[in-house]
């Protein structure tokens, strides 16, 4: 089903920061969302060189469809902008921290909060004392899982974190927001088929890069290297954890009834998926088993 978002009304009084595009406020079905503009060529809402929009409503739904808690997106127009509305979830008086201002807060820690090394993002994890450190830990691998499934980019300390209610004393985690770094968002079609015709341009884009915003040892962590080499025991939990929920069928159905994409771009998604799951995860699984 088409959506255009154009005449919901705009809520002025929300404001959205990033770098990722324009954001604007608006009420669609009487619910508040944070509507995101990819770049777009006017009167076409074919988008050589942008699938942002795409990208963040593809991943948000992966991560949906692996029982984790994630904003909720719908994919639309806006005017001649193909656009994704992301559920506000603070409309219930929550404020939302990130984890960088977590980090931040931790004294003992000299990093600056926004700094990605693995080491420091572990250190606030286990010293912090305002949630589960468990629950947090968990939180955290379980990220890392998907993102190397749907290769994301730029899961940094800034996108993700907590949701808090200063009024009724409550923290818990936010739902996880903010994917539209992954999936190969600058990929035109033509650079999609040329990956599809060729077994190197695919490994490289599944052994070589893209990496993790995540930093280990003042370099961004390789999926495939890291997942396969490392002895991290909640990594590997995590990583039991989370491949036995991917379902490649459930995911299937999910891309192919994904509007505004053509038949080229189904393919390309649905390959690389299971290229990264099978050449990445799957590969991770057998070296601990044999362990």
């Known amino acids: 089903m088409s959506i255009d978002f154009t005449d919901c009304p705009v809520n002025k009084l929300l404001w959205y920061g990033g770098a990722n595009g324009k954001k604007i406020g608006i009420q669609y079905d009487n619910e508040s969302y944070m509507l995101k503009l990819s770049s777009f060529v006017r009167n076409s ?4 060189n942008d699938n942002s929009s795409i990208n963040e409503y593809l991943s948000c739904h992966i991560y949906e469809s692996l029982g984790i808690d994630t904003q909720k997106t719908i994919l639309g127009t806006y005017k001649d902008t193909l656009a994704v509305a992301c559920k506000d979830f603070t409309e219930d008086g929550s404020v939302l ?9 931790i004294l003992s820690n000299t ?4 700094n990605t090394e693995l080491d420091g993002i572990l250190e606030t994890i286990q010293t912090q004392k305002v949630i589960s450190g468990k629950l947090l830990e968990e939180r955290f691998w379980d990220m890392f899982i998907v993102d190397a499934f749907i290769g994301n980019v730029d899961r940094h300390n800034g996108n993700w974190g907590f949701l808090i209610n200063k009024s009724k004393g409550i923290i818990h985690l936010a739902p996880v927001y903010d994917c539209g770094s992954s999936l190969y968002p ?4 033509a650079g999609m088929k040329n990956i599809l015709s060729s077994e190197r341009e695919m490994n490289d884009r599944i052994y070589v890069f893209p990496s993790s915003a995540i930093q280990y040892k003042d370099r961004k962590i390789n999926y495939f290297e890291f997942l396969n080499t490392t002895d991290i025991i909640a990594c590997l939990k995590a990583l039991k954890r989370i491949c036995p929920r991917i379902d490649m069928d459930k ?3 999910i891309i192919e009834s ?3 994409i053509s038949g080229i771009q189904k393919d390309f998604y649905r390959t690389m998926l299971a290229q990264r ?3 990445i995860l799957d590969s991770a699984i ?3 088993e044999r362990k």
């Open 286 to 288: 057998e070296r601990g």
């Open 111 to 114: 990093e600056s909060g926004y």
């Open 258 to 260: 994904t509007p505004y």
């Open 186 to 189: 600058n990929l035109t079609e």
């Open 97 to 105: 921290k990130d984890f960088a201002s977590l980090k931040n807060s």
């Open 251 to 253: 995911i299937n159905t």
């Open 45 to 48: 809402l074919k988008q050589d």
């Open 277 to 279: 799951k099978a050449k």
